[in-house]
């Protein structure tokens, strides 16, 4: 079963440039798409940013320019570099997985397309 640690987290101050991480184990299939989440309380989870197993991305509207999503297929490790840190950012963030498609087949970076889920790492930005 696939198995997700995001960690990276923490205070930052606002226009700093935290970069998350999470570490993957357990993958099965060849093909995945690895989306990036964040949360506030009271509210949905919003998507952010995802990659495919091909290098392929999308990012949600409200951060393309300052999110950066990538992964190392080697490590087993996907990154989400926020740039431009803004207090907006203030969430949980989670990355989940879905084995098996390409990112081409997620209609809506959105979480029921993803199985797998890590337990997320806060992000809190200080002014």
């Known amino acids: 079963e696939v198995q997700l640690m995001e960690s990276g987290g923490g205070s930052v101050q606002a226009g700093g440039s935290p970069r998350l991480s999470c570490a993957a184990s357990?993958?099965?299939?060849?093909?995945?798409?690895l989306g990036w989440f964040r949360q506030v309380p009271g509210k949905e989870r919003e998507g952010v940013a995802a990659?495919?197993?091909?290098?392929?991305?999308r990012y949600a509207d409200s951060v393309k320019g300052r999110f950066n999503v990538s992964v190392d297929n080697a490590k087993n490790i996907a990154f989400l570099q926020i740039d431009s840190l803004k207090p907006e950012d203030t969430a949980v963030y989670y990355c989940?997985?879905?084995?098996?498609?390409?990112?081409?087949?997620?209609?809506?970076?959105?979480?029921?397309?993803?199985?797998?889920w890590g337990q997320g790492t806060q992000v809190t930005v200080s002014s």
């Open positions: 989940a997985v879905e084995e098996g498609v390409y990112i081409q087949a997620m209609l809506h970076l959105w979480p029921p397309f993803f199985k797998y």
């Open positions: 990659i495919d197993s091909l290098g392929r991305t």
């Open positions: 357990g993958f099965t299939a060849s093909s995945y798409v």
